[in-house]
């Protein structure tokens, strides 16, 4: 039930839902449904057991309010039993992430980077292929790194679009979810008091101290408005005189570059700066966009928000590592325990196209992915770029989703390289391009010993549903999710696979969503698995403190308990980028086993009665199913 | 239109609205509206001036969709013009703080304090009087301090009672209010984009930046949940042997006094504390009260935040000295530039009668009053009390408005002397007392030279709408004010005189009412003077910035402007106790005056647009009233 890194269609073919990480869970968890969880060893500590709590029982429920006509239309048409397969944890594949350097390790260190493997990455039909050596790519034969299959995954995409509009099974899953909601309800009323007697028991912890990731940040505005104001005004008092800026072929200074503006960084407030999203942005990304313009200048986000600029990003390097409290005094590289990172492809191949960067989008994405591809080959030949992938944790794809391409992908869509046109492709396209290089990139690192990278896009936040149904295919773990709400059999189907959703309630309601109208409670409640992010702390908060104050407005409008907001928390570790290390030491050696036994409330301070229902109430969702499938 | 401690009846008969500080106002106004604001003398520098901007004009509006005969019957029965009265700022009587001591001066030197007057003073029907000496007392024969006559208050009480309840005039006040609301809202949208580039323009000086008073904090929950556990930790290490509680006679130290509570700090967690508001303090005053008992022991209360215990309250002293980042090395004295006081009285002379603390409720208000008069009439006789009151800025009055007292305050209710059942009496019987007295007080006050004190009750919580009325007929300021949801016409009258309201919507999320249904958005935008206040961050906050989480989550919730939050912050600073020198230094030297004059946008970053519409706004709807009574 924990994001992966297995590639999609690795191991065997997929239809509609069976996600390998999804339906081998119910054979497992059948049997957890008929031994209560209750039953632990005895020399298991007390804080681990389960304290007895009143279990919402529904006697002869069978798809609540269903028809049997319909459930089992849905269930029977739909959903195929797995072959013969039976669950073993180990066959999980869980991402590999770097583990932080040890005291004194120099984490910019390059001489145990491993050896070249020879190897020829080349790219074809928008995939880059590895072989063993130039004369077997000249005669494309790529070593076996399977790949999510081009038509497959048409196929499968197909099925899926169909399965969203089936009358049938959109009826049962609304049901399902409005019983999921119901079910929370009377749970929560019958129990937060013993949930909370539980919190209260457990000695050390409590909200303010247990681990608490923010899932979803763009470095880009990663400090908050009055931050930024304040570097500004100390990099022109110290800076004036430097050399910053190339305007129109001629190198100005700082100075030269305000006059040029007809600013003087003195007189700058907030509210000049003019970064901060307001009303004007509420269904406007492109005005948001334009945001990240101090004072609408887009010399000052080069300067100041930019890595390729005069001074090789040096003053974004800084504002970063103050936002990190990194005292490390290493120059321009940016390196924090506290921070992981993500690379954010922007889906604007129409404007690097139209401007004639690049002849098409196959070009693109060799751009994006064959120097990672070289690097994992062969470290040594750019041992910048291998060091920093170390530390990278996974892709992201962004842009305005409510954009509409006007493409549907196809079969007969033009592949990579013959994608000439100025036109963008459909957020899918991107997704399955992007996704199936990830997916090779992963088994050669593996293979390796390297770190893995996951996949994490922006998702759901506007635009089409086929969006949610593109990253339910391929992603780790999505960013926004909010258009779950438009599709009842999407959103069972994050709840069954229980993917995890990076929500960010203050950005939404700065740009497409009203914060009391925001379905993160919903969510939380019928329990997909959503995390609290800040997306951009410095267009859409205030303190000092970012993701506390997401984290206190969603408590106070949705009136979370403590124990939601503890449950909250640690789904942000789970779904983060923390090494295993890391992960067991904020969450307990067994983070990785399902429900209460992979809890730890000493370090999360989530209830286990909490932890128990989640699990008993997954496991009779799947059973259900399972049961749907027998009928059959 | 500024909140004054002029007493109530004090200079001439108040019959309804005619509050001495309000219906002055609209013969200056009139002028105002005849002749735009916008012809400023030449001299004025430009950030004074308003811009041009968008007014929202109404030809022959005369009573927003009222019929002639309900408008008419409205003003006519109800409104009388004022006596020949022509309005001078010189009349207002504004309230008297305390400056803060200058750099090195003691706050707590005693040696400037006043001579005796040898006066003598004595409660006589729930009312001390002063008189020159003690055979003058004792032939009734007090100094001439006029105070609020007891039977015209229940006579204009009563009147009041009917006018809110009275048709016409309801209809008149609601549409009225209605017209408020769409105006600010087209006002807005013409000029929500000018008034930003009044505040863009404006160097220096941003939302952040510009002075924000917290209006409305308990002194027992001043501190947030994660510093008063801190604390607890911090004191049981360093006191742990130290003899701090009598436990039944036993003089008991810290460590045993935890022992006999069968906890250690070391094992204490914001949980376990349990000092925070949750889903169960919901339309729960009671349990709310029981909050302020960390872990639910009333011992540890006791202990870390009153003022009466073995240790002389040198624990909460402690703490509020941090919350003030005060590092004056006073021992338990607390003073700080940025802390101003009032004395908060709660009504409870019920359990205090119930216990036999006091005979009769005349005793109770001599306890609280005889003592302030004593110190203001002989200063030295109590040099503690008397430096104390310097700093004291006002009354408050407390308690769970949601209980009804069951009495009805009438001329037929007995003194003070002679209410001696243990029944409370009603909302309006202390309210009453208690401003008669200060209005009392303060004359004998003014005239010596010292700070005066004003009246701010919590009222409008909940229970009933008098509570509105009463504190509309005596108070400077309230706290809360949600309940004038439920009265049109107490709301226009709110509106009218401009008394002052300081919100805590995070509170009454806890408490009365969530969130987006707080009035606070709506009544800022009719006009209503209202301001942001925490109320007590150790049960409704999160971060460590209380009183900006506050500010941060309207802004998100209702999607505030910068103006509006500037013009928020500024009413805060004008409704606060902060002294004339401090408030010409936060607000600009002319803060007395009305309308755009009165504002310094350099100081208070709120547009001089949002200021001409405020005031132009009053004046009309002030006109409104006075065409109506000349037509009569």
Wanted: negative net charge.
């Amino acid at each position: 039930m924990k994001p992966t890194t297995i590639p999609y269609l690795c191991s065997f073919t997929v239809r509609g839902i069976q996600r390998c990480r999804t339906l081998t869970v119910p054979v497992a968890s059948a049997k957890a449904t008929i031994a209560p969880v209750v039953s632990v060893e005895v020399d298991t500590p007390t804080y681990l057991e389960v304290p007895d709590f009143q279990r919402v029982a529904i006697i002869g429920d069978y798809a609540s309010g269903v028809t049997m006509d319909d459930f089992e239309l849905s269930s029977s048409q739909y959903l195929r039993d797995i072959e013969g397969g039976v669950f073993k944890p180990e066959d999980q594949v869980q991402p590999v992430f770097t583990t932080p350097p040890s005291n004194g390790e120099d984490p910019f260190d390059t001489k145990d980077l491993p050896k070249d493997l020879g190897y020829v990455a080349r790219m074809k039909d928008g995939l880059i292929y590895v072989y063993n050596d130039a004369a077997a790519a000249d005669k494309h034969q790529p070593k076996d790194l399977p790949c999510p299959d081009y038509n497959t995954f048409i196929d499968d995409m197909n099925f899926l679009i169909a399965l969203i509009a089936q009358g049938p099974t959109k009826t049962y899953c609304h049901r399902r979810l409005k019983f999921l909601m119901s079910k929370f309800n009377v749970h929560e009323m019958l129990n937060e008091m013993e949930e909370m007697k539980e919190l209260k028991m457990n000695p050390h912890r409590d909200f303010y101290n247990c681990r608490k990731v923010d899932t979803h940040i763009h470095a880009a505005a990663c400090m908050n408005q009055k931050h930024l104001l304040r570097f500004i005004k100390k990099s022109y008092r110290v800076d004036a005189d430097r050399v910053v800026h190339n305007l129109k072929g001629r190198e100005v200074t700082m100075k030269e570059l305000f006059e040029s503006l007809h600013l003087h960084p003195y007189d700058l407030t907030v509210d000049s700066l003019d970064v901060h999203a307001g009303r004007q942005t509420f269904q406007r990304f492109d005005k948001f966009n334009a945001k990240y313009n101090p004072v609408g200048a887009s010399e000052l986000r080069d300067l100041y928000l930019k890595t390729e600029n005069h001074i090789s990003g040096e003053y974004f390097a800084t504002i970063i590592k103050e936002v990190a409290s990194d005292l490390e005094d290493a120059k321009y590289q940016v390196f924090s325990p506290n921070l992981k990172w993500m690379i954010q492809v922007p889906r604007i191949y129409d404007i690097f196209r139209g401007r004639n960067f690049v002849p098409h989008f196959g070009k693109m994405l060799e751009n994006i992915f064959l120097p990672v591809f070289q690097a994992t080959i062969d470290p040594q030949s750019n041992p910048d770029l291998s060091i920093f992938l170390k530390h990278v944790t996974g892709f992201d794809s962004v842009d305005d989703e409510s954009k509409h391409s006007g493409h549907m992908f196809s079969t007969k869509s033009p592949k990579p390289e013959e994608w000439d046109i100025v036109k963008n492709p459909s957020y899918t396209y991107y997704i399955y391009y992007m996704y199936a290089n990830i997916a090779v990139l992963n088994q050669l690192r593996r293979q390796r010993g390297m770190n893995t990278f996951t996949f994490r896009p922006h998702c759901g936040e506007a635009g089409a549903v086929t969006h949610l149904l593109a990253s339910f295919m391929t992603a780790d773990n999505i960013s926004h999710g909010l258009n779950l709400k438009k599709s009842p059999v999407l959103q069972y189907l994050y709840f069954l696979t229980q993917i995890p959703i990076a929500m960010s309630p203050l950005s939404n309601n700065s740009l497409f969503l009203e914060y009391a109208k925001n379905p993160l409670l919903e969510f939380h409640k019928k329990g997909l698995v959503v995390s609290l992010s800040t997306d951009d702390p410095m267009q859409f908060h205030y303190t000092k403190e970012p993701l506390m104050e997401e984290y206190a407005i969603a408590a106070q409008v949705f009136k979370l308990s403590t124990c939601d907001m503890c449950e909250i928390s640690r789904s942000s570790v789970l779904q983060s980028a923390l090494s295993h290390e890391e992960k067991c030491h904020f969450l307990g050696q067994d983070y990785l086993k399902e429900g209460p036994e992979g809890n730890d409330i000493r370090k999360t301070n989530v209830a286990q009665i909490r932890m128990a229902y989640r699990f008993e109430t997954l496991c009779y969702e799947l059973n259900l199913i399972k049961e749907g499938l027998k009928s059959e």
